[in-house]
């Protein structure tokens, strides 16, 4: 479970990050979104990225925890591209773009 | 003059393809051990239930150190080793070694079950291990010259991951970037991802790689500071792992202090993990010395502590305690992240993966290598003898090194048992299906071979698990847990893995094969390739 907590941390904040990138919401929107919606994804994308980090080194210590974060990092980071490159629309359905 | 990027670029390509096919064999091969004693119980059906440890296991201590005694009572040492975690043997390992009269050097080992009873002979197989070190012995080659060679690939990896960090321009921009179905740019992005994602962990498993072979490639150094003689040899192990002479037997009769009391004693200096192992140091003597060690693999560090007691009264004399004090603490943290042997079923899911990704890293890079160079021809013009032949040898060593290792499975429980070598032929069916691969590729060109290869491939690893259950009670059937049958993890995993796997590539060969439909007038073979000749570029075009 607590395995779980730290990949989902990493997963939703890899996936912001990316959705923070200007190329991935011309793939998924259509157009680049606001500068304050990019903003807002990198740092939210990085405070969960970093709370992923923190949690694992909490949990496993220094040195598993470094480790276990790079695993999850890897899988968290494929699935993040498996999603954008086949299904893009379950990017577009969690990161909503703005209303007009 | 070429720019910093440039010669990088020249640099990474080079080293990359050089020894692309080797890293290639390495990855895969090398990722298989991190479930070779998984895979070692899967290959020896024969073989009863593992012994489950109760309490700090000192019965089982005692058992063997008297199975020991009693089978070879003038042996110089002897061992305990119980299976405290994956890393061991499932049984009580036994094993002790010393001189005959005539002055040989004499040794044997046993294994037993929680009972005392021997662990009966299984089949004759290679089994995980020899799957796990071929990745640095190759096998075929003297062992000295295999290790030199994965040295060398480490080497150009690791000169080739620096290279491909310089070169990669927009790494952090192009991080989530996969386009598919754009030819050369799809490989570059799928080989960009895979070489990214997986970043830290090719940087840590080649550079630890190095080290494991770094004696070898420092011997002059070594030879230059202690010498080449047999007692320099013995300065140099006494020096850097501080292991030195064993105490000369006196002669004097005495038995050995009973075990428990010093597993005890040895835990208090590493309450947090169980006692794994022991060795006793000229038994039945009054030099006796008894080692007992933690597990090697509960810290990240491969190293196991460990506590040594005068044998015959029991008394603490040394201590060995895990410490990143010195050089070799470094290298041992190091080693341990490359064997992984501390990580726990999630974590060793993860670097399975990774290692695989990193697979994936070198076939696309091999792949693109091909690509780009079809790219730059003119139209028009034929592609070169040696291009038509690396694109059919690149089919062949990366889609018939996963149908080799799927042969070797359906070998284990082919063969007949009473095969002589069994376990050498094994092997042999590895490599002569990966030949009969590289045949295959040659003749039917890149993109019929891709997709017949990978379908075979798919094809056996998705049978395995029936293969198993036609030809043993170790099957899915039995060993998969269910409500009121605890069944065995281990030998389901090995299974289930099979079938993940077989999926895995059987989405490779799917998508191979929508490219080759895709293209009829490719896939078609003109008289001319049937000659030899190359074929025009729009056929083979991407």
Redesign the interface.
Known sequence: MS?LVGFLLALIG?AA??VS?Q??QRQLYGAPLPASYSKAYRRGGSAFVAGAVLWCVLLFGW??GL??M???A??G??L??AT??LKPSVLRFVFRQPRA | MKSLRQSMSWMHTWTGLLLGWILYFMFLTGSAGYYDTEIDRWMKPEQPAPVDITGDGSALFQMGIDYASAQAPQADSYFVIVPTNRTYSPYVSVGWQGTDEGGERVSGRAQLTADGQIVPDPRDTGGGQSLYQMHWTFHYIPRALGEFIAGLAAFFMFAAILSGIITHKKII?D??????SKGQRSWLDSHN?LSV??L??QIMITYSGLLFVGTLFFAPIIVAQYGVSEDARDALIEEVFGIGDEPERTGEAMDLTPIAPLIVEARKSFPNEPVSRLTVTNPGDATAHIQVFGTISE??QRKAPSVTFNGVTGERLEEYPRGIASALDVIDTFEG?HEAL?AGP??RV??F??GL?GGGMVATGLVLWTKKRRQKLSPGMSASKSLLVIERLNVGVVAGLPLGIAAYFWANRLLPLNLAGRADWEIHVIFLTWAAALTHSLIRGPKNAWVEQLAAAAALFILIPILNALTTDIHLGNTLPLPGRPGDWVLAGVDLWMVIIGAGIAYAARIASQKTQASPAAAKRTPSARRGRPLPPPQLAE
């Open positions: 395995w890899l990050l990316s990138m190329k991935h040195g598993q480790v276990i790079c695993g999850i890897t899988v980071s494929l993040v591209i954008m490159t | 921009a991080f989530f970037t996969l386009r598919l991802v994602m997986t830290p962990y810290a990240i992240l501390f999630i974590l993860l670097f993966l990774s990704l």
